[in-house]
């Protein structure tokens, strides 16, 4: 089952301002009301008025949870949905540039600001990138997030084959770096691995290729208007763009630019992702 925690959050800080505002405006002020001819009760000790007013403007517990909360769930609220999120890497579709474990973080205004859960933008501010880590929200399933690598833009052909990448007939620029010896997928050893450095229109990153693997799907793609063709780093192991169709824009959620966090190798921690 898919946990929307965005949907969470939104319900959430809603509840906890409903609360607090419906105590300042009409809660708190019968509180004081009350408090008021508590205080002018004559018959009652200084003692007993005392502590009798400072039960009348005690909050209730709701409320004084919302008040106390609310503040910080509407922080929350707005840095995930408009300034940055984070994510974790599940799978070793993006490696060698992102391993699984990798906690990254992803800027949600690069491609325009978004409703939280809606996704619709609401104000443009850019666009995808060739060559672009992004963010999105699986075609196929909205629910589940992806992330690969932006290749081809709107009115963009890509072809594929041969593992040989073209961009509007144009081959894709590939340097051999030599057999890749980094950490690989758990079960899915990337032994035997050629790493090459690939430049996409000046952006310049590592691949994966594996020679006797399995080519995949091969063909030509004209990507159409507010759509985008993605594909994974690690090519011969990618369920991308080739498999099953282009990105909308409305889908898009974000770009990566930054591993936070890999518990099982620090050293990645503040690296950036190009």
Known sequence: MNFDFALLLVVLTAVAGVLWLLDLLLLAPRRRRRAQLVAAMTALSDEEREARTRDTL????????ARSFFPVLLLILLFRSFVAEPFKIPSGSMMPTLLVGDFILVNKFAYGLRLPVLNKRIF???EPKRGDVFVFRYPKNPKEDYIKRVIGLPGDTIEYRNKTLFVNGRQVGETDLGTYSGPGEPGRPA???????????????QILEVPRAWV?????????PGHYFAMGDNRDNSADSRFWGFVPEENLVG???????????LNRIGTVIK
Do not use: C, Q
């Open 216 to 224: 995949g799907h091969e063909g030509t793609w004209t990507v159409p």
């Open 124 to 126: 443009a501010i850019g």
């Open 191 to 205: 032994d035997g691995a050629e790493l090459k450095l690939e430049n996409l229109d000046g952006v310049e990153h």
């Open 255 to 265: 770009r990566a630019f930054l591993i936070w966090m890999n518990f099982g190798s």
């Open 58 to 65: 005690r909050e209730s517990v709701a409320v004084e949870y």
